[in-house]
């Protein structure tokens, strides 16, 4: 059944963004109850029989609520949790069963009675009003949660963000500027290895930039299978980010962010390079269960054939997240050499790719690099110091540069230059190529 008015109210209240700004700002008063005081047997019966009635209650899988459900009274009726001491120990070891029996990331349950007062305090307009006032000043702080914007070597384009924060509107001239710093790169890298969710309001409206029509990203279901369809819309956005597009991902990338992965792969707008990632796909509520513990509960999901809670989104490509980021540059520099128009075209790309590699080679042994030393046409004098090779540039007024390896005979020379030595017909290095960053290329002799 589609009710999209109903949903999105639900989708705009979900409580792992709700609970996530309330703890940012609850003051710190004093509380009733002491966390590291033990719950008596009567007190822990309460707690369980009242979380077990807001999981039947809430929980968008009715069986998995059942189970777990009689899991945490049949330890109750063992005994279980009299033997535990502070209420934080009790609401960590119920919290703990509760995932045994269903593996759920968003699911869970803490003692913070901080955030049950707030909560569950009605609050006056003007509260709201300084509320969002202290919510959106955070979020400016945080350059709405952008980290960094750059243009790699190459021409390719690099974004982080580490959140999807909730005031979209106010977060809407910092996106554009983000994305319109890189929209002339030949590709764009994401980098969402930091990212933990947050808003889906502020997930598809950054979606919109990679999609010139109407896109179907994915679905949101409730308890009651009412369906909120989520779509792009090309009318959101004033330009259009049309590169190739490569995400990066890890197991700390979770709930909106996969969301956001999750919808550029399977709309195959993005190559996906890291991890897998952390298994959150389920909009949350934050719900008060008495003695002052809070029970956050999925109360939404995604179709069956796309929910990915528990088990994570796929890489296109699998690698450790910290090297992630020289992967992706890879593949970038090795898809664009593949379409180069003509030879002088190669050669840049070429350039680019040996540069990438450069950064993570190391240096041949002492002997091998002995072979190249000697003095070339323009005053070019490669030597060894210090078991590295080398480069004192007459050419540029005798300045020393430290030679990065690529492979085989060839080095990174400076910023501009790539040097390939090559052997004449007895054996040893005669002269050299240099291979310019424009894709221009030229000889020298050895003196």
Request: charged residues 25%; glycine residues 6%.
């Amino acid at each position: 059944m589609k009710n999209n008015n109903r949903l999105t109210v639900l989708i705009m209240l979900t409580g792992f963004f709700i609970s996530c700004q309330a703890q940012k700002n609850i003051k710190h008063a004093g509380t009733e109850q002491n966390p590291e005081q033990k719950l008596n047997s009567k007190e822990i019966k309460l707690l369980v029989d009242s979380l077990s009635n807001a999981l039947n209650r809430l929980y968008i899988y009715p069986d998995k609520a059942i189970l777990m459900s009689k899991s945490i009274k049949q330890k109750l009726k063992n005994g279980d949790y009299n033997k535990i001491g502070s209420r934080q120990e009790v609401g960590f070891q119920l919290h703990n069963d509760l995932q045994q029996t269903h593996r759920d990331g968003h699911l869970g349950l803490r003692y913070n009675p901080q955030l049950v007062a707030y909560l569950s305090k009605p609050m006056s307009d003007d509260e709201k009003q300084q509320q969002r006032q202290q919510d959106l000043n955070a979020a400016r702080e945080s350059n709405f949660a952008f980290k960094k914007t750059e243009l790699l070597f190459g021409n390719i384009g690099y974004i982080r963000w580490d959140e999807f924060v909730g005031c979209v509107e106010e977060a809407q001239p910092t996106l554009n500027a983000a994305f319109q710093f890189v929209s002339n790169c030949r590709a764009l890298i994401i980098d969402m290895r930091y990212n933990g969710g947050g808003s889906p309001e502020m997930v598809l409206r950054t979606q919109n930039y990679f999609f010139n029509q109407k896109t179907h990203m994915n679905d949101i279901i409730n308890r009651s299978n009412d369906t909120l369809e989520r779509y792009t819309d090309p009318a959101k956005t004033d330009f259009k980010l049309n590169m190739p597009v490569y995400i990066l991902t890890s197991r700390l990338t979770f709930s909106g962010a996969e969301d956001f992965t999750y919808g550029l792969k399977h709309a195959k707008r993005a190559t996906i390079v890291g991890e897998t990632t952390g298994g959150g796909a389920h909009p949350t509520g934050s719900y008060d269960v008495g003695q002052g513990f809070v029970a956050n509960i999925p109360i939404a999901r995604a179709p069956v054939e796309a929910d990915w809670e528990g088990i994570g989104v796929l890489p296109d490509v699998i690698i450790p997240s910290e090297q992630a980021l020289t992967k992706a540059r890879i593949l970038i520099s090795t898809e664009l050499l593949s379409k180069a128009k003509d030879e002088r075209e190669k050669n840049m790309f070429q350039w680019n790719l040996n540069n990438i590699r450069s950064e993570t080679t190391k240096m041949p042994d002492p002997v091998v690099l002995n072979s190249y030393t000697g003095v070339y046409e323009g005053g070019l004098d490669f030597h060894i110091k210090d078991n590295q090779l080398f480069c004192k540039n007459a050419e540029r007024g005798n300045v020393l540069f430290e030679l990065r390896y690529i492979d085989s005979n060839l080095f990174v020379l400076d910023e501009n230059v790539q040097v390939q030595f090559e052997k004449g017909i007895t054996g040893t290095y005669t002269h050299l190529k240099m291979l310019w960053k424009n894709g221009a290329v030229t000889e020298k002799l050895k003196m």
